[in-house]
């Protein structure tokens, strides 16, 4: 190789070097998302099970209805059944965000990243932002489509709901935005503890684990823990019926926005100050 | 321009870098050269803002390598080629680096072109050979077209058309004018590539010189002689000023490998202070029958041992060198 092939820049091209912006880390993060196969098949399972585990869960059910008991009838939820799917794109989320960033620790990636952005937080922020409206489009589209794909399969069986019934319209969009706000939280959580198994399990501990404790517990501390644990909370925004011991849509996503928010300033200070 | 002041680096009770001060100027390739483990890796990762200094100050162009705002195109860095995603194409890795820095995509086809990859370019990065991955690894460092370019021993790996393809672009590179700063623990690759050398052990900078003057400096010559009457031309050299000690029969060029009992024999002694013509001209004079005169002159590599023998990290138990 002579040293001609390696300058291939002329004047021009240097004085079209700028400062490396925002924006440019974020097309950076795209690529990195869309060039891995992983992310590719765990959105598409996010999606074919959402949407194919609620189809069965909401054709049983509706089935189940008409041999069920009062009380049964009486707290029907045609919404929530159909988004009972739901959970497992809750999963995927959670171990896709965890991994968009986790891997790069375990590969090392994340020193040649860090060395191209050396302003650490613009890595976090971009990734984040990338990774939570991917999440939102994907969340969106498996919830609307659950829900109808499920209120088809419930009618002539169940009462059905539409999406102009109060709440619904809210809980669907609020199932997307639950799964946003889950998303930026998995990210966080990659950062803070680097490696993949350590992080993915304490995204089940916090969305799973704890959550199923706390049903263990005595009534007095079982309560404000449902109330307040923040996927819980979070989750309110996605359901139709308000039950004891809950907090109010809005409100409930208040708390895990507070609760995400807590957790990505920690991963933050955490990311700028250790050594790569 | 890289500039090192007083750089500190302590993990815990362990002093990784002692208060190593250097500069490295551009249009040379300078080697940063020392025993595994004397901190070589910790320093690049400081000049590159990955590990943050105990105390000190490392900047790059004058600015520290945090505050430079399009890093890539001011420092091109290859630390670790394996440090990438293995499930991501070669072309989409140093795309998603290109993007980062607002390099456009036309680079990355110029930088496949010239590390040789364009054939592999999409291929899986885990599939790739150790010396395409290190070639990669260097296409991303070109990435920007850097002023300054830092590389952890690039030829690590690679079969000897890929090391004369490295060495060759890190001379023209350097002849360009660029910064180039090559770490190495092989005194001999140096030698070959380096015009000027950064010696470290233990974290602490031991020699900041040019390659030339560390050749001259450290090529310390010596006779080896074998004579029946050594210890007399022993005497006799001593009484001129020389040096003499017990030599090893397994120095002579044309000595057998080394048995069990090659070791010391009174018969062979190394002389140093005169060179073999005197040596020469002193045995004749005083009559003294020589088996063998041989002028032995210490390689690079020794020398450079020599330098670092206090300083390594790792020292084999019973190692006689």
């Known amino acids: ?276 | 321009m890289i500039e090192a002041r007083n750089l500190v680096k302590r993990y815990g009770s362990t002093v990784a870098v002692s208060d190593l001060s250097f500069s490295v100027r551009p249009g040379m390739v300078t080697g940063f050269l020392g025993p595994n483990g004397a901190g070589k890796t910790t320093t690049m990762r400081m000049i590159l803002g990955l590990d943050a200094p105990t105390q000190g100050s490392v900047t790059v162009g004058g600015r520290s390598y945090r505050d430079l705002p399009a890093p890539m195109r001011e420092v091109g860095a290859l630390l670790d080629a394996k440090a990438l995603h293995g499930g991501r194409r070669a072309r989409d890795h140093l795309l998603c680096l290109a993007h980062s820095n607002g390099i456009p995509r036309s680079r990355v086809e110029e930088v496949l072109r010239i590390a040789g990859l364009e054939g592999v370019a999409r291929r899986r990065a885990k599939g790739l050979s150790l010396g395409m991955g290190q070639r990669l690894g260097i296409a991303s460092a070109l990435l920007g077209d850097p002023a300054v370019l830092i590389f952890d021993e690039p030829v690590n790996g690679l079969d000897p058309d890929g090391i004369h393809w490295v060495r060759t672009l890190m001379r023209a590179l350097a002849a360009e004018g660029r910064t180039v700063l090559v770490s190495s623990h092989l005194m001999s690759e140096m030698a070959l590539t380096a015009d000027h050398l950064l010696v470290i052990g233990k974290g602490r900078l031991i020699a900041d010189t040019s390659v030339d003057e560390f050749v001259r400096s450290s090529s310390r010559q010596s006779v080896h002689v074998r004579s029946p009457q050594a210890a007399e031309l022993a005497a006799r050299c001593r009484q001129a000023g020389a040096a003499v000690r017990a030599g090893s029969t397994s120095r002579a060029a044309a000595a057998p490998v080394a048995g069990p009992d090659a070791g010391t024999s009174p018969d062979v002694i190394e002389i140093t202070g005169m060179d073999s013509a005197e040596v020469g001209r002193l045995a004749a004079a005083h009559g003294i029958v020589l088996f063998e005169l041989i002028p032995v002159k210490a390689s690079l590599e020794e020398a450079f041992m020599e330098l670092t023998r206090d300083s390594v990290e790792y020292q084999a138990a019973g190692a006689t060198r």
């Open chain 1, 1 to 276: 190789m002579t040293g001609a092939t390696i300058t291939p820049a002329g004047p021009d091209d240097r004085a079209a070097s700028r400062a490396a912006a925002f924006g440019d880390v974020l097309r950076s993060e795209w690529t990195k998302l869309r060039s891995v196969r992983s992310t590719f098949w765990a959105l598409i399972v996010t999606v074919v099970l959402g949407i194919g585990l609620g189809a069965v869960i909401s054709a049983a059910a509706a089935h189940g209805y008409a041999k069920s008991s009062v009380s049964g009838k009486l707290s029907w939820d045609p919404t929530a059944v159909s988004l009972d799917g739901m959970g497992i794109a809750t999963l995927a989320t959670a171990v896709l965000g965890v991994l968009y960033i986790s891997s790069e620790y375990s590969s090392g990636m994340i020193r040649t990243s860090l060395i191209a952005v050396p302003k650490r937080g613009r890595v976090l922020a971009a990734k984040s932002l990338i990774f939570a409206v991917v999440t939102f489009v994907v969340g969106e589209v498996t919830s609307f489509t659950a829900f109808f794909v499920g209120q088809a399969l419930i009618s002539g069986h169940a009462p059905h709901a539409a999406l102009g019934d109060p709440g619904v319209a809210r809980a669907m969009a609020g199932a997307g935005l639950a799964l946003t706000a889950l998303a930026v939280l998995s990210v966080a959580a990659g950062t803070l503890l680097r490696h993949p198994a350590a992080a993915i399990a304490g995204m089940i501990a916090v969305l799973f684990v704890l959550p199923a404790i706390a049903q263990a517990l005595p009534d007095s501390w079982r309560n404000p823990v449902t109330e307040f644990w923040p996927t819980q909370a979070g989750g309110q925004l996605a359901s139709v019926h308000h039950s004891a011991h809950t907090l109010q849509p809005w409100p409930g996503f208040g708390v895990m926005c507070l609760f995400v928010a807590i957790v990505y300033a920690i991963a933050w200070t955490l990311l700028d100050r250790r050594d790569a």
